[in-house]
């Protein structure tokens, strides 16, 4: 495939390069481009396709040049659109996939030549991730058993804990949990933390898409009442200088 399509840029020289955002969120407009260098032949077509389906051509002897083909989450706004760009409206997360421009010459030689390139289109609503569990009092040293749950979104954020402002590296003290599926195919990432419960503790949970970051941070109430053991005191302090340590390698 790959081999192929190597062989097909050698032929006609691959004097075509696309611009396609990498990344976008649902009702976002997105203008694409394609450039090209004819060599001082005539330009007989530029066609767009989405995962090989063709959207739109740009055909310079027809009247009106442009056309456009109805696809699946691609909307084409002819007005904005030319030779060498195409604008799309209101995406959707159907319209993510690989966008392709094929350019070709006019006769005798009907040269043609493309280039490709992915756009992601996500969906990551601006409310922060959920904490759940931090509500009730911890002992000094108790596991914490907490969980972080982003809102529903796609594709599946990351999460990240963070303990007073430092990254949770340490795989012991994380709880994966499978996404899950909610309504209209979007996801919800979960991640547990179960770190011994520390004084002054303050939980950070971080959740990403690509570029885009959503946060939410609350205090551990530690019951100051509870009776701690020399042995559990120990313990907490081991395993939070542990962390530090771990950290400090990475
Ligand atoms: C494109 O331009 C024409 C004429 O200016 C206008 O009537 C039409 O509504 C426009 N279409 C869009 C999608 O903006
Ligand atoms: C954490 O999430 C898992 C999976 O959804 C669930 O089984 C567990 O009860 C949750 N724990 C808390 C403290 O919310
Ligand atoms: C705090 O710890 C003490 C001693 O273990 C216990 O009696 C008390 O019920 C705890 N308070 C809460 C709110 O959990």
């Not at 006609?12 to 990498?22: D, E, H, L």
């Not at 907490?236 to 542990?242: A, Q």
Request: charged share 20%; hydrophobic share 35%; aromatic share 10%.
């Amino acid at each position: 495939m790959l081999l192929a399509a190597l062989f097909w840029c050698f032929l006609s020289y691959c004097k075509v390069s696309v611009t396609v955002p990498t990344f976008k969120q649902r009702g976002d407009s997105a203008t694409l481009t394609c450039d090209f260098d004819l060599e001082g032949g005539k330009l007989y077509s530029v066609k767009w396709y989405r995962d090989n389906e063709e959207f739109y051509r740009y055909m310079p002897k027809l009247r009106p040049p442009q056309h456009a083909h109805l696809v699946d989450g691609v909307k084409v706004d002819l007005n904005k659109s030319s030779a060498r760009r195409v604008h799309l409206r209101d995406l959707t997360l159907r319209s993510r996939g690989l966008y392709r421009c094929e350019v070709s010459k006019e006769a005798p030689s009907f040269h043609s030549a493309q280039a490709e390139a992915f756009m992601e289109v996500s969906y990551f609503p601006r409310e922060g991730p959920l904490i759940h569990g931090h509500e009730r009092l911890y002992a000094p040293g108790e596991p914490l058993n907490v969980n972080c749950s982003s809102a529903c979104s796609f594709p599946a954020p990351d999460l990240q804990w963070l303990i007073n402002g430092q990254k949770v590296t340490e795989k012991s003290l994380l709880q994966p949990y499978a996404p899950e599926v909610a309504s209209q195919g979007l996801l919800v990432s979960t991640l547990g933390l179960r770190a011994p419960a520390t004084p002054h503790m303050q939980l950070s949970c971080m959740a990403s898409i690509g570029p885009h970051r959503r946060e939410r941070t609350v205090i551990i109430e530690i019951n100051s009442s509870s009776t701690t053991s020399a042995f559990s005191l120990t313990m907490v302090t081991l395993l939070s200088i542990n962390i530090k340590l771990y950290e400090k390698l990475l």
